[in-house]
């Protein structure tokens, strides 16, 4: 009778813990459903369209980029509507004036790709060569003349204005773009 009852209290004690382990993971959120995605770039939303991975690609060499230097502007814009198409009317910033060449429209569901793409295997030439098959796809390019210097570590406001889409502001960081690997 004595191993009877061990055997049963020990079953007893393991259904128990079993349990208790089994209700601590209920209800929990996962660790990465917060995480922001592993781009060098800021992003932002309005409407059908989305901004992503815009940041100044610049290589700083001293305490700062100077005042007429210029430096690129680097983004993808994403057109989300399957009907109505969109176009980049004008970049402004208080740090300089923005250029912008090249084919600024976004067709319905398109993306409009401003400079070099980033990513460890794809080359720092223009996105019209890097990237030459994306379906729906322009390309185009954005350079800013700095009015004042700036300088890594700091955020910077831009201004896009889109003709359907309307403005987007955003803080958009420096990188220093694709290094070389030694």
Same mark, same amino acid.
């Given at each position: 009778?004595?191993?009877?009852?061990?055997?049963?209290?020990?079953?007893?004690?393991?259904?128990?813990?079993?349990?208790?382990?089994?209700?601590?993971?209920?209800?929990?959120?996962?660790?990465?459903?917060?995480? =922001? %995605? !592993?781009?060098?770039?800021?992003?932002?939303?309005?409407?059908?369209? @989305? /901004?992503? *991975? +815009?940041?100044?690609?610049?290589?700083?060499?001293?305490?700062?980029?100077?005042?007429?230097?210029?430096?690129?502007?680097?983004?993808?814009?994403?057109?989300?509507?399957?009907?109505?198409?969109?176009?980049?009317?004008?970049?402004?910033?208080?740090?300089?004036?923005?250029?912008?060449?090249?084919?600024?429209?976004?067709?319905?569901?398109?993306?409009?790709?401003?400079? =070099? %793409? !980033?990513?460890?295997?794809?080359?720092?030439?223009?996105?019209?060569? @890097? /990237?030459? *098959? +994306?379906?729906?796809?322009?390309?185009?390019?954005?350079?800013?003349?700095?009015?004042?210097?700036?300088?890594?570590?700091?955020?910077?406001?831009?201004?896009?204005?889109?003709?359907?889409?309307?403005?987007?502001?955003?803080?958009?960081?420096?990188?220093?773009?694709?290094?070389?690997?030694?």
């Amino acid at each position: 009778m004595n191993w009877f009852n061990t055997a049963v209290s020990k079953a007893a004690i393991g259904l128990i813990a079993a349990a208790a382990l089994a209700g601590c993971s209920s209800g929990q959120i996962s660790q990465s459903a917060d995480q =922001a %995605p !592993a781009v060098n770039g800021s992003a932002a939303s309005a409407g059908d369209l @989305a /901004l992503r *991975d +815009v940041r100044i690609q610049a290589v700083q060499t001293g305490d700062a980029l100077e005042v007429g230097d210029t430096v690129d502007l680097v983004f993808v814009a994403t057109n989300q509507s399957p009907e109505t198409g969109d176009e980049l009317t004008g970049i402004s910033t208080p740090i300089g004036k923005v250029s912008v060449t090249g084919n600024r429209s976004l067709a319905p569901s398109g993306t409009l790709i401003v400079g =070099a %793409p !980033a990513g460890p295997e794809l080359p720092t030439a223009p996105a019209s060569k @890097a /990237l030459p *098959d +994306v379906t729906g796809a322009s390309n185009a390019t954005a350079t800013v003349t700095l009015d004042e210097a700036i300088s890594n570590g700091l955020n910077y406001e831009f201004t896009f204005d889109f003709k359907n889409a309307g403005s987007i502001r955003l803080a958009v960081p420096i990188s220093a773009g694709m290094l070389s690997r030694h």
